[in-house]
């Protein structure tokens, strides 16, 4: 139900956590090579 009613949001917020996640991991990167 609640999935259902929060669906676009649901998307929205993961899409963002996984472009959060990416930049976390070039940082990383970055950070290891300087």
């Not at 956590?17 to 940082?27: D, E, G, K, R």
């Amino acid at each position: 139900r609640r999935l259902a009613k929060d669906f676009e949001g649901t998307i929205h917020s993961a899409t963002a956590f996984l472009y959060a996640a990416s930049v976390m991991l070039l940082t990383r990167r970055l950070a290891r090579y300087t």
